[in-house]
């Protein structure tokens, strides 16, 4: 037996710990081989249909930030798993050096090793990459909106970045390793599992000072989306959750068990002296990756959640519920035939819709005046009330989500109506305040003051402005024609070609803006739909990461455990009862850190669904659900193997 076939061997031999870290591997190379497969893909390069250039800037420039970012991390992990694993072998390694075998000689093997489980890894991840390539394809033209999808080609390009990139990655990896076992004298490698561990501690200060610091920073979040929307209140609220939840799993953890165990009849209760005892070293031991585990899976489920809500058509219809807006500042022959078009490709399409429209004029109170007629045929077709008002009196509509907060805000504080003075240049009327609207029926994107008010004052005081400021009927201070259309997603065939026709089109004077809500739309589920595949495929390698910690964890401390349980079976440990002590073990170990990251990403979620009308419950389900069966599968898995090896070893 050669060297090579030596270094060969030592892998085959320890697959069991090398398992891991070789799926892992395997993932992060088909990960970013996806990545590769998108960012060079001519459908992307070229441009998204019915996209901006924008969007497409944005995918190129994403997809080579998530290829920096998956190899950052790959390298850590790595390096990380690696170093691990070469713990537990510290014996081997001594023995090694007792047989006579170098230094250089060892750093050979583990560079040998390592290289095996590289090339497997990348020829593997590139493999699996491309089979489910056209699954992918789908997934990812769905996400983009595309109406044809993303047609498959062989990805020569991403091949070659993953194969170069990888190959630079496990080398550096492969060198690395001889410094991690470096340190040390032959004793300390061949006695490094004897030395005793002391016994865990922890502040009852500390421990509580992690709950008011976790609660400290909900309640910042829900101080932020209930009406400051201040980002540094965000910000330091979210910091305080992450300091808040490291002191959790290193202080209150070993606490609350520290408690439990002073319970005597607690503690003395079947095997309960056996897995608190047992359980207050984990919690010590894992506490930094527990942390890792939750502030990661925390962040993957907030952000992908929070990027399919974005991208849902009820957050568009929200904002803006027209499927065409035309808005111009003269009435002309030009403007009244673009409109006509609009209405034409309505009735070719066979689309039905409401057509209204509306004028407004400037309030120097930084606010706007529009007619109740016209408002109230616009909330009739989108469903709404109708309103009822005497000359003097007027009433505010909210024309944006912030404004429609504020205003509901009041209704539910009790509004009493009050006195104020309207005016528009030199003209001053003493109107009645009256409860304000609460839908969004005159949307505007900036912050202004839309005041409805009676068709008899609205005339009156347009006669006078124009008069004084020596206008003709044709000019308008500002008018809006909408057409609402119930499904406005059926718009979608012929839309943008005719907003990209009608803007070629100038005005012979005056200036005018013309929108379709799908078109908005289209933009906002492409660019959003970019950043979740960005931060959906990152959130997934991040969580995969996070469970092979978990794995790494336990494997590590697996020969101390086998050893343990040998002793503890002959003073009468059945094997029930070792089943029942492990399982509870490793349903923390899987279980506590992903529980704890729900929670985060619930009040993250509540606190989202504050600022939209539809709901988001389906969406975090849906994330939860898929995330927690991984977690529950890996677990079988782990559970199922390790249980066999433990029998194993003490039969």
Not at 219 to 246: D, E, K, R
Request: proline share 3%; aromatic share 14%; glycine share 6%.
């Amino acid at each position: 037996m050669n060297f090579r076939q030596f270094a060969i061997n030592n892998v085959v031999r320890n697959k069991r710990i090398y398992l891991a870290h070789f799926l892992s591997s395997t993932f992060s190379v088909m990960i970013f081989f996806i990545y590769a497969l998108l960012l060079f893909h001519p459908d992307l390069s070229e441009g998204l249909k019915g996209s901006s250039e924008t969007v497409t800037s944005l995918a190129n420039q994403g997809f080579i930030i998530a290829e920096f970012i998956i190899f950052i991390f790959s390298f850590l992990f790595l390096l990380y798993s690696v170093g691990s694993f070469l713990k537990t072998r510290k014996k081997e390694f001594g023995i090694f050096l007792i047989l006579g075998m170098t230094r250089k000689q060892m750093n050979r093997l583990l560079f040998m090793e390592n290289m095996c489980i590289g090339l497997a890894a990348i020829i593997t991840g590139i493999g699996l990459g491309l089979i489910f390539g056209k699954l992918i394809l789908l997934i990812c033209s769905s996400m983009l909106a595309v109406e044809n999808g993303l047609r498959f080609y062989l990805p020569l390009k991403g091949m070659a970045l993953t194969m170069g990139a990888f190959l630079l990655l496990f080398v550096v990896i492969a060198l690395s390793s001889s410094l991690l076992i470096r340190k040390g004298t032959l004793i300390d490698l061949v006695k490094s599992e004897e030395k005793p561990k002391p016994e865990p501690k922890a502040s009852r200060l500390l421990a509580w000072l992690s709950v008011a610091l976790i609660g400290g920073g909900y309640a910042g979040v829900f101080t932020f989306v209930w009406g400051s929307y201040s980002f540094p209140i965000l910000f330091g609220s979210v910091l305080l959750v992450i300091v808040g939840t490291y002191l959790l799993f290193t202080q209150l953890s070993v606490y609350i068990i520290r408690a439990l165990k002073r319970n005597q009849r607690l503690f003395f209760r079947k095997t309960n002296l056996l897995f608190l005892s047992e359980l207050t070293y984990r919690m010590k031991d894992n506490a930094i990756m527990f942390f890792m585990v939750s502030v990661i899976s925390a962040s993957s489920f907030t952000g992908i959640g929070t990027m399919l809500a974005i991208a849902d058509p009820g957050l568009s219809s929200m904002t803006n519920p027209y499927a065409f807006t035309y808005m111009n500042s003269w009435n002309t022959d030009v403007a009244e035939k673009q409109l006509n078009q609009i209405e034409e490709s309505l009735i070719e399409h066979e689309v039905p819709y409401v057509r209204g429209s509306y004028e407004t004029l400037y309030e120097n109170n930084n606010g706007n005046l529009i007619k109740l007629s016209q408002y109230n045929y616009l909330a009739k077709a989108l469903g709404y009330e109708e309103r009822e008002l005497k000359q003097d009196e007027v009433f505010l509509t909210p024309g944006n989500l912030t404004e429609r907060k504020k205003l509901r805000a009041q209704i539910d504080s009790g509004f009493s109506p009050t006195e104020m003075n309207l005016e528009v240049e030199e003209q001053h009327e003493q109107v009645r305040l009256t409860a304000p609207g609460t839908e969004i029926v005159i949307p505007v994107e900036y912050e202004m003051n839309l005041y409805v008010v009676s068709d008899e004052l609205f005339d009156k005081i347009k006669r006078a402005y124009f008069e004084e400021a020596n206008l003709d009927e044709t000019f308008y201070s500002n008018r809006t024609t909408q057409f609402v259309v119930t499904d406005w997603m059926g718009t979608r065939s012929f839309a943008p070609e005719l907003i990209e026709s009608l803007r070629s089109e100038p005005l012979d004077h005056g200036y005018f803006s013309v929108s379709a809500l799908v078109v908005d739309w289209l933009n906002s589920k492409q660019t959003n739909g970019i950043i979740l595949i960005l931060s959906g495929l990152i959130g997934i390698v991040f969580f995969t990461f996070a469970a092979s910690f978990t794995y790494f964890r336990l494997y590590a401390d697996l020969e101390r455990d086998e050893e343990q349980h040998r002793m503890i079976g002959k003073m009468g440990l059945s094997r029930p009862e070792l089943r029942r002590m492990v399982t509870r073990q490793l349903l923390l170990m899987f279980f506590l850190p992903i529980l704890v990251a729900i929670i985060h990403s619930s009040v993250a979620f509540i606190a989202l669904q504050q600022l939209v009308d539809f709901s988001v419950v389906g969406y975090t389900l849906r994330i939860f659900l898929v995330f927690s069966s991984m977690q529950a599968l890996y677990f079988v898995l782990v559970r199922w193997r390790y249980l066999r090896n433990m029998y194993t070893k003490l039969s």
